[in-house]
């Protein structure tokens, strides 16, 4: 089981095996940017999906605000984490081509929702670059 964002990106880097250069913290710990020598990568950790994607279709969502930034610092990619360890990534340019535009109910914010079937699991992803 993963509890929280710091042990979700001590995960991702044990499976890229890669050391970080610098880890920054994003939105009072929602995600992390992870700097490393050849790539930035951004990572969230979530307990589970959400059900109110499309007519009860699972989905996810990230920060509008949060990406932008994340993608002006130079990430390549978001990683996913699920408390169950269930790990999954995304290009961060399909999250902007596919994603719908929500305001968050509670926050007010907006944010990028996108069905699960965009997340690519994590060991597919590796097997295949």
């Not at 920060?63 to 610092?73: Q, R, S, T």
Request: aromatic letters at 10%; charged letters at 30%.
């Amino acid at each position: 089981m993963i509890a929280n964002i710091h042990e979700a990106t001590k995960r991702i880097c044990q499976i890229l095996n890669k050391v970080p250069k610098k880890v920054e913290e994003v939105n009072e710990g929602r995600y992390k940017i992870v700097y490393f020598q050849d790539e930035t990568i951004l990572i969230k950790y979530t307990r589970e999906h959400f059900l109110s994607f499309r007519q009860n279709a699972h989905g996810e969502s990230i920060n509008k605000d949060d990406l932008e930034n994340a993608i002006a610092k130079g990430i390549k990619r978001v990683f996913v984490v699920y408390a169950d360890d269930k790990q999954y990534t995304i290009s961060p340019y399909t999250i902007k081509a596919q994603a719908e535009v929500r305001k968050t109910e509670w926050e007010g914010k907006e944010t990028y929702s996108f069905a699960m079937d965009l997340l690519i699991p994590l060991k597919e992803f590796i097997e295949a670059n």
